[in-house]
């Protein structure tokens, strides 16, 4: 599994429990408890400008902006790596809302849900087959961390957005 | 000594920001692609981005030299 694939099934498994607590929390509304689409743009199909109708008014687009790796033993035995990702939430601001803010608190709630995810499995991040904790493990990481969060809108186009950076290590691998 | 090519990272961030949109709008979620200009601003964010990250870095090389 590679890392952007990785992380999206950490957010996608893990966001309906997330956000099942955020309401319990009183953290967010249960108006506001939605699942985005979940977007890797390497693997989304063409679909020749046709437009399709999404249950979700939201969508998560997590990209990969970086990667490196260190050796750090003298005989090379051992591999660290680091990936930098940006996690981009975007929902859409709607005229037909009931409320002013909807569509902002929306986004609020989406943020809050992501972050829940990351902070509740910051350490030892896990995927597992089928996306029930009680199969085997599929995938896993040492630390999974939410870095900075900064605002994305795009006026012309009607989106409210945040853009998250995000850092994943794997470390102590051996070659 | 601190030596970027600013004008060569520049156009990889654009290049790259626009490639990714490209694909969305091109795909299902085309209602969620930005507009050209808000992919220039996100390019010139991840551009001053980028150059922060360069500029500690090569501060933190000097600093261990001295």
Not at chain 1, 33 to 40: A, H, R, Y
Not at chain 1, 48 to 65: A, L, N, Q
Not at chain 1, 85 to 95: A, S
Not at chain 1, 118 to 125: A, H, I, T, V
């Amino acid at each position: 599994m590679d890392e952007v694939t990785f992380l999206i099934r950490l957010l996608s498994d893990n966001w309906a429990s997330a956000a099942s607590a955020l309401v319990s929390s009183g953290d967010i509304t249960s108006s506001h408890n939605e699942t985005p689409n979940f977007i890797d743009v390497r693997s989304i199909a063409p679909n020749e400008g046709r437009r399709v109708d999404m249950d979700s008014k939201s969508v998560v687009i997590v990209y990969e902006d970086s990667g490196s790796t260190e050796y750090p033993t003298i005989d090379y035995s051992v591999r660290n790596e680091t990936f930098g990702f940006t996690v981009h939430i975007r929902t859409m601001h709607r005229r037909d809302f009931s409320e002013l803010t909807f569509s902002r608190d929306r986004l609020q709630a989406l943020y809050r849900i992501a972050r829940y995810i990351f902070e509740n499995n910051s350490l030892q991040p896990k995927v597992y087959v089928g996306g029930n904790s009680g199969n085997a493990i599929e995938d896993s990481a040492q630390i999974i961390k939410l870095q900075s969060r900064s605002e994305a809108n795009d006026r012309n186009k009607r989106l409210l957005g945040y853009k998250l950076t995000v850092e994943m290590k794997r470390m102590a691998i051996s070659v | 000594m601190l030596k970027l090519d600013a004008t060569r990272i520049l156009e990889d961030i654009l290049e790259r920001e626009k490639e990714r949109n490209e694909l969305l709008k091109d795909s299902a979620y085309a209602q969620f692609a930005l507009s050209d200009e808000s992919v220039i601003e996100e390019a010139q964010k991840a551009y001053h981005a980028k150059m922060m990250d360069e500029i500690m870095k090569a501060t933190k090389e000097v600093l261990k030299g001295g």
